[in-house]
């Protein structure tokens, strides 16, 4: 299995404000994920990460408010740009690696 | 389109006991894989089992296992010997083709009486 990380685990930010989430992987991934859960909801992915191209967003996702880099095989970084209220929620990071995603822990915002 | 079913919303079970928590499928592919997902309270997503759709053999890990009816498009979680730490929100998932996006489950909630 991958060992993943993100940073930071928690943060209360203010409106307008941006907030930067990085998912580091202990293994060289093709592939990396983000996702959106609200508390008891299951996952929205937001969009899918290959290194070496853009991301390609899912529907209602969109670069200028959630720009995604992966500089390299084994870390992303997700930005949630000019937040709102509606952008509280539990963002999480994956791996895809011997056929099976893995997840890090997981980034629980609050935008006030 | 492909979809996930749970439909048990929540499920509770005497903790020593068995449970089996339902998840069903549809897809036209023959050729996928199907997970177990548990995310307890601290919100970390763990793989619990993995199933490939061309095994006829049924997966197990330790006191999870699963009943795979293909024909059926049905893909259920057993777990034996209940223990307070399995509480947890579980949620099923198809995965669609070779970059690993998956489709999930609503989820279903698991609460272990002590």
């Known amino acids: 299995s991958a060992v993943i990380s993100q940073k930071p685990s928690r943060d209360i930010c203010q409106r307008g404000t941006s907030l930067t989430i990085q998912c580091q992987v202990d293994s060289q991934v093709t592939m990396m994920f983000w996702y959106r859960q609200q508390p008891g909801q299951s996952l929205t992915l937001i969009a899918t990460a290959n290194q070496g191209s853009e991301a390609t967003y899912e529907s209602g996702f969109v670069i200028d408010k959630f720009p995604i880099s992966r500089p390299n095989l084994t870390f992303s970084t997700l930005t949630v740009s000019n937040m709102s209220p509606e952008d509280s929620s539990i963002y999480l990071c994956?791996?895809?690696?011997?056929?099976?995603?893995?997840f890090g822990p997981g980034t629980r915002l609050l935008v006030l | 389109a492909q979809t996930v079913t749970q439909s048990q919303p929540e499920m509770s079970v005497q903790e020593a006991e068995t449970v089996t928590l339902s998840c069903t499928y549809d897809t036209s592919e023959s050729d996928y894989y199907l997970f177990w997902y548990k995310q307890p309270p601290s919100r970390q997503m763990i793989l619990v089992i993995r199933?490939?759709?061309?095994k006829q053999q049924n997966a197990t890990e330790n006191r999870f296992s699963v009943n795979f009816q293909k024909a059926a498009k049905s893909f259920s979680l057993k777990i034996s010997d209940s223990q307070l730490g399995d509480a947890a929100m579980y949620f099923c998932a198809y995965r669609i083709d070779s970059n690993y996006q998956l489709i999930w489950g609503a989820g279903t909630k698991l609460i272990i009486k002590p």
């Open positions: 994956s791996a895809g690696l011997r056929e099976t995603q893995y």
């Open positions: 199933q490939e759709a061309y």
